[in-house]
């Protein structure tokens, strides 16, 4: 019963150190139970910045943000009560106010990508069949640099709605066991090469990741997608710096549906970069449709992003960690079946 319960319990004893924690704080906290046992309590989940009681009557602090050792910042209702009839023995309840900031707003960026989906279907429609014809009646008129200009714009618009198209194919991935590292090094290469050329890419990687259970073409577009925005994000730093990196997480899972087993997510690649990160008022929707913080930007990448790696049962993180903080595009990622 302790292990099922709907929110992520941690169980200190009187000495301060963990004794138990269920599937949800190990998902939250991004540590295996069994790593978190016998640790100092403030080691493993930093307390909020307040007064913590002691008078048995409990402490509580909601909508607080907690950086944790070992994974991305949490935003949490934070819940402490001593337990009856064991002396010293308390019980921390983490209620995830934030989760939704967490793991990207999962069920709302589900909604947008199907709204997403049907303007593309529309707006293909509705619009390329009429821009097909404008091209063609320009290029007749032979009109020189006036005819170029609308060629050009023509040919612009087509292109944005080229990438709108790319919701609009509900057709699940070929998902198959694949090494990551050769798809990372070329993602590297090719934004060396390009359009990260004189911007440092720093490679992190733990040598002993196991494969992972994704489609190849996929993958490599995510990855070049988020290399390109950590290179818009540095434009104007001063020591600008990109930093790929790859990690095995355990405890990390998602639900797969009432009544199934959770699918673990244990393979996470990031993509780092010390630029200013996204504005606040727009941070927790990052990954929704049409919203972008560049003035030129349309919104689209991070959204056809997002759709790619959920089509791979994953899941996308933003997050600014560190001192000083960097921003954090995180992937988390299922590994390929043994």
């Not at 994974?71 to 009839?85: L, S, T």
């Not at 293909?124 to 009109?143: D, F, M, T, V």
């Not at 990438?163 to 590297?188: G, K, V």
């Amino acid at each position: 019963m302790f292990a099922a319960l709907p929110v992520a319990i941690v169980v200190v004893d009187p000495d301060d150190r963990i004794a138990h924690a269920n599937a949800l704080a190990e998902q939250l906290l991004n540590l295996s139970e069994r790593l978190m046992v016998g640790q100092p309590v403030d080691a493993i989940l930093p307390p909020p910045d307040a007064p913590r009681s002691r008078n048995g009557h409990g402490f509580a602090v909601y909508d607080t943000v907690i950086a944790t050792p070992h994974g991305p910042k949490i935003r949490v209702d934070f819940v402490e009560a001593q337990i009856p009839d064991h002396a010293g023995w308390r019980a921390i309840t983490l209620h995830s106010a934030g989760s939704s900031r967490r793991l990207g707003h999962a069920s709302d960026r589900s909604a947008g990508a199907r709204a997403a989906v049907g303007a593309a279907a529309m707006l293909a429609h509705e619009i390329k069949n009429p821009l097909s014809g404008i091209r063609g009646a320009a290029q007749l008129l032979n009109g020189g640099e006036l005819t170029t200009l609308i060629t050009t714009e023509v040919d612009r618009i087509a292109a944005l709605i080229d990438r709108m198209q790319d919701f609009s194919d509900t057709r699940p991935l070929p998902l198959a066991s694949e090494n990551i590292y050769p798809l990372l090094t070329h993602a590297r290469s090719v934004a060396l090469a390009g359009f990260a050329r004189g911007v440092p890419v720093e490679e992190r990687f733990d040598p002993s990741l196991p494969p992972a259970r994704i489609n190849r073409d996929a993958l490599l577009q995510i990855i070049i997608n988020l290399l390109k925005n950590a290179r818009e994000a540095v434009r104007q730093v001063r020591n600008p710096r990109i930093i790929l990196t790859t990690a095995y997480r355990h405890g990390m899972s998602v639900s797969t549906g009432e009544g199934h087993p959770r699918l673990p997510l244990p393979i996470e690649i990031c993509v780092i970069d010390n630029g200013p990160g996204a504005p606040a008022d727009i941070a927790d929707h990052l990954f929704d449709p049409f919203v972008s913080g560049r003035r030129e930007g349309q919104g689209l990448g991070l959204a056809l992003v997002d759709k790619l790696v959920r089509d791979m049962s994953g899941i996308i993180q933003y997050a600014r960690e560190g001192s000083p903080e960097m921003t954090v595009l995180r992937l988390l990622l299922p590994r390929a079946q043994a």
